[in-house]
């Protein structure tokens, strides 16, 4: 994939996963492998920042108020509410790195991905799952971020996300990190046929993954 340019002219890729799926791992790997063609869009929040993570590089980190305060002004591509604090995507930001030719890739929820798409239409939308639900509790303890009773609602909540992976145009089983992103890749510069959540093999496999 080295050789070829992504997408041209540049788009805006839409990612969504339950927590833990592992997200965050497989997209920032291959946005580093081609940081000349992708562009992160860095989310507000107003959750408080955990200890690994920087300001205006993890994320946008605000208050409430202020956060109203850019919702109201229309700075917010989408926004949503999600473990008791808000999200939301810079409008100025991705519409500022496609004006320059930019491919912008952003991560967020299955509801903020709604909005992205009624807002813009010829966004491509990736949904990343875990292989199993045994393997994504196991993910979520050894993150030993969250006590047990945030890990059992994280779970209860990644089922109900789950439920809406076929609203996306692409999934991606993030089973084996090295395959997942070349999955990913061919995605990327439209050559991904395995992975359209119209596939028969795969919403087969979805299947057996969330029932």
Not at 96 to 104: G, I, K, Q, T
Request: aromatic share 6%; with cysteine; charged share 25%.
């Amino acid at each position: 994939m080295s050789s070829n340019k992504i997408n041209t002219p540049a788009k805006l890729f839409v990612f969504a996963a339950p927590s833990g799926a592992g997200k965050t791992t497989l997209v920032h790997a291959v946005v580093t492998k081609h940081q000349d063609n992708l562009r992160f869009s860095i989310s507000y929040t107003t959750r408080r920042p955990r200890t690994n993570e920087a300001n205006g590089v993890d994320y946008l980190f605000v208050n409430v108020d202020e956060f109203l305060r850019l919702r109201d002004a229309g700075e917010m591509l989408e926004h949503a509410r999600v473990f008791d604090n808000y999200y939301a995507t810079s409008r100025s930001q991705v519409e500022n790195h496609l004006a320059e030719d930019r491919n912008v890739v952003l991560e967020i929820d299955w509801q903020g991905a709604q909005q992205v798409r009624e807002a813009m239409p010829n966004c491509v939308t990736i949904f990343i799952l875990p292989p199993s639900m045994t393997e994504l509790e196991r993910r979520l303890r050894e993150r030993r971020t969250d006590n047990q009773e945030v890990i059992e609602r994280r779970l209860q909540e990644a089922k109900s996300d789950m439920a809406h992976w076929d609203e996306f145009d692409h999934v991606i089983i993030n089973d084996n990190l090295n395959e997942a992103i070349i999955t990913l890749e061919g995605i990327l510069i439209g050559t991904g046929e395995s992975s359209p959540s119209n596939n028969d093999k795969l919403r087969a496999r979805i299947q057996r993954i969330i029932n």
